[in-house]
């Protein structure tokens, strides 16, 4: 099916299903510990080996030679597979740092051995035998010395409209301040994994991928097989946040190892090698400038960003955001790419957007004031309902101005103090943030396949996954509300490399794609089982409670499944609507801090999100993505930082006790509202996405709000006590 | 700590293992106190209970009691998130009791009862906190969960016998089950998928069920 001009009115508007709210239909799998991931599959028929990786002790250079005869000797090891020794491996297209293979080291925790043996612990124990000559080589860790040294990132980047700089200089009104965002780790819950299992030629892999054939493809052309050989699975993800978008170690390990091993072989990387040996979002160094006459008007605005890599890697596009959000006629954006050792810089929650609302968001905030224009009063002046570089380009729905209004009055945002650090209880000095949310929607194609059977069952299968979104139970609503059969009717499959190519789950695109897939196999379905049961019209045809209509003609759906049962695949493939239109989400997040005037701590007292971002398809699971997006916006205010080792060239917080994510003393209750909207443009579902939408601009909120309570205006995140605590004020 | 063989290792090397890893130089030179020990690791025979049943294992004494459940026992409810007792995914109850089951070897639990999160109950079956969980969203992946549930049950019995936290204000008065003391308790317990807000609510509707 393609998707080229905006959705006319469909089965899915009904809402008999869609938009309801269905506790997820995997739940009691995972709340009873029956939901199997990566590394639980267990054939009790089959011995397992373990593998236990070794990574690079160095950053950037060279391994001379490995010495792995006290490993390979060690009790209980069956095999020890080395970088060395199986030589050169084609890279994956979407890796930028090679997984394994070859004596260069392109950072630290690099894979370089695999042990593997009978038992865990074995195995354990012998990879720290594996001893490595390396020939260490300087490198560059540090992006403010490599500032100067960046380039504009291949393909290029930068945007503008007008004259900016002529406009900035004439603006009566000005800011121009640089904001910094740290390294940040998706530190997702459950560790990467996988099964690898040979049969001949044939490999099978349980593993923990966002993106099945992404992954299916890139470890076929990293074991220089064909990837019809490359049979995957995936059917529960212990979190992703874009760390398990590509191919990792522990995929292209275990399938190395289970060769060498000749025995299935598990593989896990244990949680202090996350942050060192898979990606992280790069940190940023970010300026911007904001010019506006006294009426507010925006009228030349400037965002600028830098960012590291390692050769052959990208920018973080944190500029994105501010081509789109505000208006003014005269802009630029630009963004600067260093060459940096450390470890793969890449996609997590809203790359792009959520660094870049991090820095634009406290920006407006401090233009407000020095306008003296509330903050929320301030965006709804510089709303745009055009692309601002771009006039003729519309927005294919933009609701911001009502995620803002209607944010304002449930928050009460007119008892916040104009004055910032004029309110105070007790000890503590209490303060309101607000920041707009802004996401763009990303549309892949997706496909599904579609089953009846004579019992009327509706069974789903596509290679989507389901990294906590929802999926499950969204698939299920859609197929339910296309072929009018209650949910408990539908049994959906997911994250199987034999099922059709889905979008996966990634950049928020997820949700809306998948479903569309989903959509559109079930309407080649509808047709099919129309023909079968013999209806001539097609256009007055209704799929309800189990039977299919038209006119006073009413024929039970399960019939048309017959014996043999009737199955139908499709694709959503988009047209060019996300380029006639702009097509984004938007919100509002409010938030109230408490700051401890002794000690600098600051506690989150409120949040409000509002949300504009198409039709909610489940508001259970919706409301779950953006709590979570909030809470995870909440740990890049106040707490998240890879610390960088400059000299040795690693990320030194690599576990989740140094890496300080938010725990439960951390997150008050959380409000989040929906707008009701749909937006025709996106798909036949009129979806977007969400999940990302509610991490963009929390972190500003929070910092705005600290900057309210104390009058205090931090730009480097994370916004720590030692940030603070030289300007509170004095203890009374 | 170091042993002999690894006083080998030149100035360079030894900078830069240490500097660069702890884990990689101390578990070095356990590498090597191990090769001069016998060959096969030590292993000891243990009996415990998981879920009501009793099992009888045979295992190398570093296994863990979370690894003894994943892989020996197969009971994958309890999951290893960080193995090192920083994220509290693998929380079973021991005797009623919550353990972080990765901190724990196994042979250190002769005659206990442990209960893991496939003894709370089942789809069919649910335990009122897994149902809870379900009701109100508390998770979004899954991984946490069957910790944030072991946890949970056991933390409501902490407060009923009356054992304050660090946010208990009054320890002479009976310590009540608040959001505050709730959030405070189930604090070891991480969720990235951010669902406290929606666990917190969970708790406190079985909770107040019980009182």
Redesign the interface.
């Known amino acids: 099916m393609r998707f080229d001009t905006p959705a006319a009115t469909n089965p899915i508007d009904q809402g008999k299903v869609i938009g309801k709210p269905i ?2 239909i ?12 990566a ?2 599959w ?1 054939d009790p028929n089959t011995r397992y080996a373990y593998g236990y990786i070794v990574g690079s ?2 950053a950037k250079g060279r391994i001379r030679s490995m010495d792995v005869a ?1 490993a390979r000797t ?3 090891v069956i095999a020890v597979v080395t970088s060395d020794g199986v030589g050169e491996l084609k890279k994956g297209k979407y890796n930028t740092a090679k997984l394994f293979g070859g004596t260069e080291i392109q950072h ?1 925790h690099q894979a370089i051995a695999v042990v593997v043996a009978e ?4 195995a ?6 594996v001893k490595v ?2 020939a ?1 080589e300087k490198g560059a860790f540090d992006l403010t010395a490599a500032k100067d040294s960046a380039i504009e990132p291949e393909g290029g980047g930068d945007s503008g409209a007008g004259d900016f700089d002529a406009a900035f200089e004439a603006a009566p009104v000005k800011l121009d301040q640089v904001y910094t965002t740290p390294d940040q780790s ?6 990467h994994a996988s099964i690898a299992a040979w049969n001949g030629d044939d490999l099978t892999v349980w593993t923990s991928s966002q993106m099945i054939d992404w992954w299916r493809t890139d470890l076929a052309t990293t074991l220089g097989i064909d990837k019809d050989k490359v049979h995957l699975m995936s059917p ?6 874009g760390v398990k978008l590509f191919l990792r170690a522990d995929a292209v390990l275990a399938a190395l190892a289970a060769r060498e091993a000749k025995r299935p072989v598990k593989v ?1 990387l ?3 090698f996350l942050m060192n040996n898979t990606t992280h979002r790069p940190a940023t160094i970010q300026r911007i400038r904001i010019g506006a006459g006294r009426d507010g008007k925006i009228t030349a605005i400037a965002h600028e960003s830098w960012s590291g890599d390692l050769p052959g890697g990208g920018p973080e596009v944190a500029v994105q955001q501010t081509r789109l959000l505000y208006a003014g006629a005269n802009r630029m954006t630009a963004m600067r790419l260093a060459t940096l050792d450390l470890p793969e810089g890449n996609a997590m929650r809203a790359p792009g957007e959520a660094p870049g609302m991090m820095a634009l968001e406290i920006a407006i905030d401090e233009m407000a004031e020095r306008l003296g224009l509330d903050p929320v009063e301030f965006r709804i002046i510089n709303d745009t309902q055009v692309d601002p570089e771009n006039p003729e380009r519309p927005f294919s729905h933009r609701n911001l101005v009502g995620c803002l209004r209607t944010g304002a009055e449930r928050f009460g945002w007119q008892e916040r103090s104009k004055q910032p650090g004029a309110r105070r209880e007790g000890n503590w000095l209490i303060g309101m943030g607000v920041a707009a949310a802004f996401r763009n929607n990303l549309v892949l194609n997706s496909g599904a396949r579609v089953r009846l059977d004579r019992e009327g069952v509706v069974t789903v299968e596509t290679d989507m996954t389901d ?4 999926s499950y139970t969204i698939i299920a609503q859609t197929a339910a509300e296309m072929l009018g059969v209650p949910i408990e009717k539908v049994a959906v499959s997911l994250g199987d490399s034999r099922f059709p190519v889905s979008s996966g789950s990634g950049g928020q695109f997820g949700g809306n794609c998948s479903t569309a897939g989903v959509y559109a196999a079930c309407a080649k379905l509808r047709e099919a089982v129309a023909q079968k049961l013999g209806f001539n019209r097609t256009d007055d045809l209704v799929f309800a409670d189990g039977e299919v209509r038209s006119g006073d003609r009413r024929m039970p759906l399960a019939q048309a499944a017959g014996d043999e049962g009737l199955v139908a695949e499709d694709l959503i493939e988009f047209g060019d609507l996300t380029k006639t239109h702009q097509q984004s989400t938007f919100g509002a997040h409010f938030v109230e801090v408490a700051v401890d005037v002794a000690t600098g701590e600051t506690r989150i007292r409120r949040m409000l999100a509002v949300c504009a971002a198409g039709r909610i398809l489940n508001p ?2 919706a ?3 953006v ?6 916006g909440v740990g890049g205010a106040l707490t998240e930082e890879l610390v960088v ?1 400059k000299k ?1 060239g ?1 990320f030194v917080n690599h ?3 140094a890496y300080e ?5 951390d ?4 409000e989040v509202v929906f707008l009701d909207e749909t937006d025709p443009m996106s798909s036949p579902m009129k979806a977007k996405g969400i999940a990302e939408l509610g991490i963009c601009g929390v972190a500003a909120a929070v910092a705005n709000a600290i900057y309210n309570a104390t009058g205090i205006r931090v730009r480097e995140y994370p916004i720590t006590l030692d940030k603070l605590i030289e300007e509170l004020p004095e203890i009374s | 700590m170091q042993s002999p063989g690894a006083l080998e290792i030149s100035r ?2 030894l900078l ?2 240490s ?3 702890v ?2 130089a101390s ?2 030179s ?3 106190a ?2 001069k020990a016998t ?3 030590q292993s000891t025979k243990v009996t415990f209970t998981v879920n009501g049943e009793g099992r009888e294992l045979q295992l ?1 004494n ?2 863990t009691l979370l ?1 003894a459940l ?2 020996h026992l ?11 007792g ?2 509290g ?1 693998c929380t079973v109850l021991i005797d009623g009791r919550r353990v972080n089951a990765c901190l724990t070897l196994a042979v250190m639990h002769e005659g206990d009862s442990i209960t ?3 003894g ?5 079956n ?1 335990h009122p906190m ?2 809870a ?3 109100h ?1 508390g ?8 910790g944030q ?1 072991c946890s949970s049950v056991a933390m409501l019995e902490e407060i009923k016998a009356n054992i304050p936290s660090h946010v208990t204000v009054d320890l002479t008065a009976p310590a009540e089950i608040t ?1 505050a003391e ?3 308790r ?16 969970a708790i406190t509707e079985v909770a107040g069920r019980k009182a």
């Open positions: 506790p997820r995997d739940g009691p799998l995972k709340t009873t510990g029956k939901a199997i991931y590394y639980e267990h002790a160095i006290a060690a009790p209980g630290y038992t865990f612990e074995e354990r124990a012998a990879a720290a035998l000559d390396y260490e998706h530190a997702m819950m459950e560790p529960f993800i212990g979190g992703g946040f896990a244990p949680r202090p990294i906590g979104t929802g259970i699971t409301r779950s993505q709590i979570g997006a909030m809470t995870m080792d040795r690693f576990d989740l006790a994510v938010p725990v439960h003393a997150i008050p209750h959380q | 360079r090397d830069a293992a500097a660069a890893t884990t990689v578990a070095h356990l590498g090597h191990q090769t060959t096969a690791p190398d570093r296994t690894d994943r892989e197969h009971l994958t409810g309890t999951k290893k998130g960080c193995d090192h920083q994220c995914a893991t999160l496939e709370l109950g089942q789809p069919e649910l897994q149902a969980f379900v009701k969203d998770f979004q992946c899954g991984y946490c969960t069957p549930i959001p709730i959030r405070e189930m604090s070891g317990n991480i969720c990235r998928c951010g669902a406290y807000s929606n666990i917190v609510e």
